[in-house]
């Protein structure tokens, strides 16, 4: 499914999100080369593609407003989620080393993107050493975070898991200057089930006991974390 409108110019200079994307201290002649790279800003209805699994690789995607799940599809067709991607993170890495998207990316919300021409990105980083750093850093988030998923699914039961992910939430949205206790799940009870390896019936027990406890509020999608610090005992005691 294409885009749900067409591209426009996009300058990292005005972008109120460049704090997240970009590297702290560039000079105004790096970010006008930056500029310079003519990324182009696009609009993703909820559930249009961002790529699709084969897909060729040509540009990394910075999300400028939405929320994106990653995924990957059995030959049986079942579904299997990677990821969930908020405002302010990149996406598309996945491709680098085959030049080629393994998986698929999808809008779980009205979102826009900027999308980066990768062998301009990385031409420019080579000239611009912090750019580079900056991206080795993100690659390796990428790597931590997957690491962190593998420590989930071996050693925490169901409702540990669920307790992980809805801090791990929390502390993405601080990092962004918003509500690290209060915010809208833009993904499915059973896409989080498909992410942390359990059922759905399982991950919508695990919100009902919460709530029961007094350490979350539900509102359909609307999340609040009651006690922050419950939460967090709850990954080591199963609540």
């Known amino acids: 499914m294409p885009p749900s409108s067409s591209a426009r110019l ?9 704090e997240l994307c970009l590297p702290v201290g560039l000079t105004d002649e790096e970010m006008q080369r930056l500029d310079e790279l003519n990324m182009q800003k696009r609009s993703y209805a909820r559930g249009d593609y961002l790529y699709r699994g084969g897909d060729k690789f040509r540009a990394v995607f910075a999300i400028n407003r939405g929320a994106f799940k990653t995924r990957v ?14 405002a302010g993170e ?21 979102s826009v993107v900027c999308e980066l021409p990768f062998h301009r990105l990385e031409a420019l980083s080579r000239d611009i050493p912090s750019l580079q750093r900056h991206f080795h850093r993100i690659m390796s988030r990428e790597i931590v975070r997957d690491q962190g998923i593998m420590l989930l699914l071996g050693s925490m039961r169901s409702e540990e898991r669920v307790a992980a992910f809805l801090l791990t939430l929390s502390q993405r949205y601080a990092a962004r200057g918003l509500s690290p206790t209060q915010f809208q799940l833009s993904m499915s009870r059973q896409d989080i089930g498909s992410y942390l390896g359990l059922k759905l019936e399982t991950v919508s027990r695990a919100f009902s006991n919460f709530q029961e406890k007094g350490i979350i509020a539900v509102r359909t999608r609307s999340i609040e974390i009651l006690d922050l610090a419950l939460l967090q005992a709850g990954i080591n005691s199963s609540c």
């Open 90 to 110: 990149i996406i598309g890495l996945d491709a680098i080393s085959t030049d080629m998207h393994d998986g698929e990316a999808l809008a779980l919300e009205d």
């Open 10 to 18: 996009s300058n990292c200079s005005t972008c109120n999100l460049a």
């Open 73 to 86: 599809l059995h030959e049986d067709g079942r579904e299997q989620v990677t990821g969930f991607q908020m």
